[in-house]
């Protein structure tokens, strides 16, 4: 063993034991166990439902507020509503490419018309 071989493992070694004597390993797992039983029991922050109006919004809001829309889709939810009005249902945006019965229903509770 090479001199900074052996001066290396001693520092840390008293790395380890200093920090184990104010961080004892049953209080380290103790405070991961809280922090993680409050993470999974916690409601997220952004539990509110936010609506969005389909007829309005920009891609950017489309994207960030529907849950499996993307920008692309985002765009051409936007591109249809351009081209052939605005939406009458929430059921026609089945017609936009990418748009399936699964993001609808994933969304309906946060889409508006008006």
Do not use: W
């Not at 916690?42 to 994207?63: G, K, Y």
């Amino acid at each position: 063993m090479s001199i900074v071989t052996t001066v290396f493992n001693r520092s840390i070694g008293r790395i380890l034991a200093t920090s184990y004597a104010l961080f004892p390993l049953h209080q380290i797992v103790g405070v991961g166990a809280l922090c993680f039983a409050l993470a999974v029991s916690s409601p997220p922050a952004f539990s509110q439902v936010q609506s969005i109006n389909i007829n309005t919004a920009s891609p950017e809001l489309l994207s960030e507020g529907l849950s499996g829309v993307g920008l692309a889709k985002a765009y051409r939810i936007v591109e249809h509503r351009e081209s052939y009005g605005p939406f009458e249902t929430i059921d026609e945006l089945i017609e936009v490419k990418g748009v399936g019965e699964s993001i609808i229903a994933r969304n309906r509770d946060r889409i508006v018309l008006e």
